[in-house]
């Protein structure tokens, strides 16, 4: 699977924007898809997960406040963040998840920067 992720960009704090993964190969909806992030001086973090079935499951700092959702007709998973924080800032890349654990993915995309200023 190779997974082409785009949507970030520059921002005010209690913006909102929408990232999108696109994902290659006819096996992309028997994946568990995830939103992980990296920030300057830390290590990657989980942000976000949906399941083949379509539970999904959040890290507590964005709760409520970002959504995940797939459309598998589409190969294409999203993440839709609202009312973004100087700390959402980071490098955000999609991955794939064959696995039951979300911190082993099997495929990574190349990221994409989400930047908010105060």
């Known amino acids: 699977v190779q997974l082409q992720a785009s949507g970030g960009g520059l921002v005010q704090a209690g913006d909102s924007l929408r990232l999108s993964c696109a994902g290659s190969g006819r096996t992309f909806s028997s994946y568990n898809m995830a939103w992980f992030r990296q920030a300057p001086g830390k290590e990657r973090e989980f942000v976000a997960g949906?399941?083949?079935?379509?539970?999904?499951y959040y890290a507590d700092s964005v709760k409520g406040r970002f959504f995940i959702s797939r459309d598998n007709t589409e190969n294409t998973v999203y993440l839709q963040m609202n009312s973004l924080k100087p700390g959402d800032t980071a490098i955000y890349y999609c991955?794939?998840?064959?696995?039951?654990?979300?911190?082993?993915?099997?495929?990574w995309g190349q990221g994409t920067q989400v930047t908010v200023s105060s």
């Open positions: 949906i399941s083949r079935t379509y539970p999904t």
């Open positions: 991955a794939a998840v064959g696995g039951s654990r979300w911190q082993s993915p099997d495929y």
